[in-house]
């Protein structure tokens, strides 16, 4: 069973608009929460991070946001740009075991 | 900096032949992955080294599968026999231990005909 979904395959939005990915996971003991990006031809690139302890962390355009009751994770890019059409992963650990990665969401920014 | 690197970055064989992928972590980490990518299954997990020991390798599909790590800068996942079920894009992965982002090598994409 997957602890890690990221229920949208894909996900257009237009130039200087926000995207908004999202992810949910299982395990309330997960507690740490990562993003990542990936080019086609590419290994994934992390992006940006996020404890437990916290419920924002902000990195230029890019935030995630944890809502660790609803087991709910999302990334926001505003602006977006084409740049940023990429497939994006979602990745959760407890403790110091690996990672456990969703699927990912493919985002195509249209200019 | 140099990146994980990965070799070869395409590799197609037919069904039977043994398969090496290698893999050069980043220079002063300590934990070491190999993930399989396929559409059907994402990015799964299949065995991962500390300090050169292998942890966990649960994520190894069958005993033809197996990953060496004989020292801190190389490790190798050897597939024997290979299947064409097994084509997949391969991707090592380093990190420092402890709660540290992965760093990932651009992968091998494998194709078994």
């Known amino acids: 069973d997957q602890q890690v979904k990221q229920n949208s395959p894909s996900l257009s939005v237009q130039e200087g608009r926000i995207s908004i990915l999202n992810c949910d996971y299982t395990?309330?003991?997960?507690?740490?929460f990562l993003w990542y990006k990936k080019y086609p031809a590419e290994g994934p690139t992390f992006l940006i991070s996020?404890?437990?302890?916290?419920d924002k962390n902000e990195d230029g355009r890019f935030t995630v946001f944890l809502n660790k009751s609803a087991k709910h994770l999302s990334l926001h890019i505003v602006p977006s740009q084409p740049g940023d059409s990429a497939v994006y992963f979602c990745?959760?650990?407890?403790?110091?075991?690996?990672?456990?990665f969703g699927k990912g969401t493919r985002l195509s920014v249209i200019a | 900096d140099a990146g994980v690197i990965q070799s070869p970055r395409h590799e197609v064989t037919e069904m039977g032949q043994e398969v090496t992928l290698r893999c050069k972590p980043i220079?002063?980490?300590?934990?070491l992955f190999w993930y399989r990518q396929t559409m059907m299954r994402g990015l799964e997990l299949l065995i991962y080294?500390?300090?050169?020991?292998?942890?966990?390798d649960s994520g190894m599909p069958e005993d033809r599968f197996s990953a060496k790590m004989p020292n801190a800068s190389f490790s190798t996942l050897k597939i024997q026999p290979s299947e064409p079920r097994d084509s997949a894009v391969y991707f090592c992965?380093?990190?420092?231990?402890?709660?540290?982002?992965?760093?990932f090598g651009d992968g091998t994409r494998l194709s078994i005909l």
């Open positions: 395990n309330s003991m997960f507690d740490y």
């Open positions: 990745a959760v650990r407890s403790g110091n075991t690996p990672l456990v």
């Open positions: 996020i404890s437990s302890i916290k």
């Open positions: 220079s002063g980490h300590n934990s």
């Open positions: 992965a380093s990190s420092f231990f402890g709660n540290q982002p992965q760093h």
């Open positions: 080294f500390n300090n050169n020991v292998p942890i966990d």
